[in-house]
C-alpha cells in the first residue's frame, strides 16, 4: 500500500477526488494483496496447517476478484457526478509497456505453478531470478556492488520470520500431542450443534483479533485450533483458511492496530481518526463479501474443485 499510495494519494488529490474517498480506496485496495495470491498469510495458514497452498491460492482468485469488482462499482457510483476525461490510448500503451515487467511476475509465477513447472515454494526463487535479471539488465537500477546489502537487508526480513514461523510450527506439534485441538472440538460440540452458529462465533472472534493483532501472528497463533475445529463442522481447510484471511484482512482497517491505519497515518500524514471515518463503507462492503464468501463457498472453491 506504501508503494502505490505513495504515487496515487497526491495524483488523487490533484484530480480533486474527495479526501476521505481517496484514502478510503487507497486503504482498501491496500489489503487485497493477501487474498489474491501470490499471498504470505496463505503460505503461512498452508504450513501451520498442513493445506495445500496451490488450492489456497486457486482458491485466494474467486475472493479476490469479488472484493475488487465491489470496491471498484462502489468507487463507480460514489464519483458517478464527477467529470470524465477521454482515455489516453497512446498514454495507456506507454504505461503498459513501462509496466510490462512488473505485469509478468505474477504471470511467470502463478502459470509455472498451476501448469507444474515448478512448486509454490520453488516459485520464490524463480521470482528472485526474474526481479535480479529485470533490475540489472532491463531497468539497470540494480548494480553488482549493492547485492550485499540487497542480501543483507532480505536477510534480516526473513530472519525476523523464522523464529516466530518455528515457535509456531512447533507449538502445533505440541499442541496435536497433547489432543489440544481433538479436546477443543469435543468441548464445541458439546455446547455448539450449528456449524452456522459456530461459523458466526469464530466470525466475530477473528474480527475482534483482526483489531488486535496482525495477520501472520493471528494465522500462527489461531489456525492449528481452529482449523481443526472448523473441519469437524463440516468445512473445509481451503475454504476455512480463506475465510480466516477474509476477517483478518478486514483488520488491516480496524483500529488500534489496523496497519494500513498506522502506515497511512504516517504516509499521508492525516489525522488517525479522519482515517478510521473514511476506511468505515469500505470495512462494511468487505463484510458483506465476507459474508457472501460464507454462504455460497463456491467462489473461493471454483477453481480449487476444477469447475473451469
Excluded at 232 to 237: M, N, S
Excluded at 257 to 274: D, E, R, S, T
Amino acid at each position: 500500500m506504501l508503494a502505490v499510495g505513495s504515487v496515487l494519494y497526491p495524483a488523487m488529490r490533484a484530480a480533486n477526488y474527495d479526501n476521505k474517498f481517496t484514502l478510503g480506496a487507497i486503504m482498501s485496495g491496500g489489503t487485497l494483496g493477501i487474498i489474491i495470491p501470490p499471498s504470505i498469510p496463505m503460505i503461512i495458514y498452508g504450513l501451520v496447517t498442513e493445506t495445500s497452498i496451490v488450492d489456497l491460492f486457486a482458491a485466494g482468485f474467486g475472493p479476490g476478484i469479488l472484493l475488487t469488482i465491489v470496491l471498484s462499482a462502489y468507487a463507480v457510483w460514489v464519483n458517478r457526478r464527477r467529470p470524465t476525461e477521454r482515455l489516453d490510448g497512446r498514454e495507456l500503451r506507454d504505461s503498459f509497456r513501462r509496466g510490462i515487467w512488473a505485469f509478468l511476475m505474477p504471470v511467470i509465477l502463478l502459470g509455472g505453478i498451476y501448469s507444474g513447472w515448478f512448486t509454490a515454494t520453488e516459485a520464490a526463487a524463480v521470482a528472485l531470478a526474474y526481479a535480479m535479471v529485470v533490475e540489472v539488465f532491463v531497468h539497470k537500477e540494480l548494480r553488482l556492488r549493492d547485492f550485499y546489502n540487497v542480501v543483507l537487508d532480505a536477510s534480516k526480513l526473513g530472519g525476523s520470520l523464522f523464529p516466530v514461523l518455528a515457535v509456531a510450527l512447533s507449538l502445533n506439534i505440541i499442541l496435536i500431542e497433547h489432543r489440544v485441538p481433538q479436546d477443543m472440538v469435543s468441548f464445541m460440540q458439546s455446547y455448539i450443534d450449528s456449524p452456522l452458529m459456530f461459523m458466526l462465533l469464530v466470525n466475530v472472534l477473528l474480527l475482534i483479533v483482526g483489531c488486535l493483532m496482525t495477520t501472520g501472528e493471528a494465522i500462527l497463533v489461531l489456525a492449528p485450533l481452529l482449523a481443526p475445529v472448523a473441519a469437524a463442522y463440516g468445512y473445509d481447510k481451503v475454504v476455512f483458511g480463506l475465510i480466516m484471511i477474509l476477517n483478518l484482512e478486514i483488520g488491516y482497517l480496524t483500529p488500534p492496530v489496523g496497519l494500513n491505519l498506522i502506515v497511512a497515518m504516517g504516509a499521508f500524514k492525516q489525522p488517525f481518526g479522519l482515517l478510521c471515518r473514511a476506511a468505515v463503507p469500505f470495512i462494511v462492503l468487505m463484510l458483506l463479501c465476507l459474508m457472501l464468501v460464507i454462504w455460497q463457498p463456491w467462489i473461493a472453491m471454483y477453481l480449487v474443485d476444477g469447475k473451469f
